[in-house]
């Protein structure tokens, strides 16, 4: 079996699109040392699943200024000369968008962020992706945008989703463990959403299983409208932006891997009893308790 603290999942995010936004900034630590943090979001236009979707990509980018041995650091300085490299569509003039750069990121990785609610305690968790690499395309002739993810790992759990009035949408919900450096697990929520895939998860994926997937990136927001009626006079026609942060799965293996390729299940669950532990020191920077845990669901804890 693969030995966890030793093989990293296979993480690979690649993004073509328009440079919509980018904030560069060199600051220091408080003991002096110089860094540089970038905040770049790409405009992605793209189709999943046969429907067009408008998405925009943010990627955080991050260099300290120094090498461990006190030499220059590459990445840094490249990281600086984006501002100057590129134009994103916020500094282009109104009526001339086309200035704005198209960028191409290759090497991408996904990443969970975790935080503490202070209201309930709880941590909540989501997807972020990070890279510190951002060209521009060798060819614009042929430039296809679009915003994908190739990974390997472990099944947590799979469950069908619901909308806000508990009726089920037809996705599953599929909680994945993304093993990065050192033994460290990330728990990633996928969802796969076409019936085609639905129904071959549901049938060839087990949770513990190790599978190989990829998908597309969907990272957009949508107006909801609604009418509230009145007991008399005219309704009232409320709005709301909806922001929706999704990987879609798209493909991945015809079942979980051989022994050879695969995690073990003790060592995950070890490997999430760390994550657990790392959550509980949020949770007391925090100064927050978190509420009492359900009954576990699953081998895994979920």
Known sequence: ?????????????????????????EKQTTDGRGYVSCQATVKVDQEINGKAVECEIPVRMFSMALKKDGGANKIYQNIVKYKDQFTSLAACPENQPELASKVIINAGRLEENIWIDPNSGEERSTFQIS????????????????????LSGIILTKTNEV???GDDTGR??????????????????????????VNFI?????????????????????????????????????TKTVSRKELIILGGSASGLEEDYSYDNDAVKQALDERKVRIEELKQKANV??????????????
């Open 289 to 302: 308790k978190g509420k009492t845990q359900a009954p576990k669901q699953n081998g895994f804890g979920f």
């Open 202 to 238: 549901e049938q060839n994926w087990s949770e513990g299983d190790t599978v190989n997937l990829n998908g597309a990136i969907s990272i957009n927001q949508s107006t909801k409208t609604w009418t509230e009626e009145q007991g008399f006079g005219e309704p009232i026609v409320r």
């Open 131 to 150: 890279t510190n690499f951002m060209n521009a395309p060798r060819n614009t002739s042929d430039f296809t945008e679009g915003a994908t993810f190739e």
């Open 1 to 25: 079996m693969l030995n966890i603290k030793e093989r990293e999942s296979t993480n690979v995010v690649e993004i073509a699109g328009i440079l919509k936004d980018l904030n560069v900034e």
């Open 163 to 165: 909308d806000g009035n």
């Open 172 to 197: 599953l919900k599929v909680k994945f463990g993304v093993v990065r450096y050192g033994g460290r697990l990330d728990v990633i929520d996928l969802i796969a959403e076409s019936a085609n895939a």
